[in-house]
C-alpha cells in the first residue's frame, strides 16, 4: 500500500537560518503532493503544492522540490522564524480524494 | 469567507456512549473528508464524502463507525459504543468538485472516559 515517511522527528535550526524538511513516499502512482503545517491544538494549514509533472515550485519563503526518481519530497524555508515552529506534514495523493500522510516533523526555532 | 467548521472542538465521552462530531465544509464546497489523528502520529483517511453519497470509505473501521453528509445540513461522523482506543483528533476537510487540495477545520478532540 501506500506509504509517505518522514526522515527526521526533530529539526532545530536558529532563526534566521533556512530549513529542509525531508519526506519519502512510496507508491509511484502518487501524482500530487502537499505540505501541510500544523501547530499544537490546531488543524493541518496549507502550505504549498506540487504536481507530479513539476520538479520544483516556490511560494512565499517556501520551496518544494520533488525528486520522482528516488520518491523524494522535500520543504525549504528560507531565514526561518519563530512563527515557522510547528509540526510539518507532507500528504500525497494518487486521485483527487484521500491523502496519505506521513509521521511529521516538528521544527523547532531557537533564537 | 468562513473555512470549514467543526464542532464540538471539544468531546469527552464515557465508555459505551455515542460521540457525534459535525463538519461544515467551506462555502461551495461538496466533497468532505474524515481523518484521524492519534498523539505525535500523522493524520489517517477515514472516509470520502459527497452529498448524500459515501464514496470511500475505505479508512473506516468496519463495526460502531459511521458517517453521513445529507443534502442539507453538516456532515456527521458518528462513533457509537466507543472505546479509549476512540480516544483522538478527528479532522474534517473540504474542497472543490475536481480539486486536489484539501482545507482542514480545526477538529474535535474526542476523549473517552
Known amino acids: 500500500g501506500e506509504s509517505v515517511g518522514l526522515h527526521l522527528p526533530t529539526l532545530s535550526v536558529q532563526e534566521g537560518d533556512n530549513s529542509i524538511i525531508n519526506c519519502a513516499y512510496s507508491n509511484s502512482a502518487s501524482d500530487y503532493f502537499i505540505w501541510y503545517k500544523q501547530e499544537s491544538g490546531k488543524g493541518p494549514q496549507f502550505i504549498i503544492d506540487?504536481?507530479?509533472?513539476?520538479d520544483k515550485r516556490q511560494g512565499q519563503r517556501v520551496t518544494v522540490l520533488l525528486n520522482k526518481t528516488v520518491k523524494h519530497l522535500s520543504l525549504q524555508i528560507a531565514a526561518t522564524q519563530p512563527g515557522d515552529s510547528a509540526v510539518y506534514f507532507c500528504a500525497s495523493t494518487g486521485t483527487a480524494s484521500k491523502l496519505t500522510f506521513g509521521t511529521g516533523t516538528r521544527l523547532q526555532v531557537t533564537l | 469567507n468562513a473555512g470549514v467548521m467543526q464542532n464540538p472542538r471539544h468531546l469527552v465521552r464515557r465508555r459505551g456512549q455515542e460521540a457525534r462530531l459535525r463538519c461544515s465544509p467551506m462555502?461551495?464546497?461538496?466533497?468532505v473528508y474524515w481523518y484521524r489523528q492519534l498523539p505525535e502520529e500523522g493524520l489517517k483517511f477515514m472516509v470520502y464524502?459527497?452529498?448524500?453519497?459515501?464514496?470511500?470509505e475505505s479508512g473506516m473501521p468496519k463495526e460502531r463507525f459511521s458517517a453521513e453528509f445529507p443534502k442539507e445540513g453538516p456532515s456527521i461522523l458518528r462513533i457509537q459504543q466507543v472505546v479509549r482506543g476512540d480516544s483522538a483528533a478527528y479532522f474534517c476537510a473540504s474542497s472543490g468538485k475536481g480539486d486536489f487540495e484539501q482545507y482542514f477545520g480545526p477538529g474535535t478532540r474526542l476523549t473517552v472516559t
Open positions: 462555502k461551495g464546497h461538496s466533497h
Open positions: 464524502l459527497q452529498k448524500e453519497n459515501i464514496i470511500d
Open positions: 506540487i504536481r507530479s509533472n513539476m
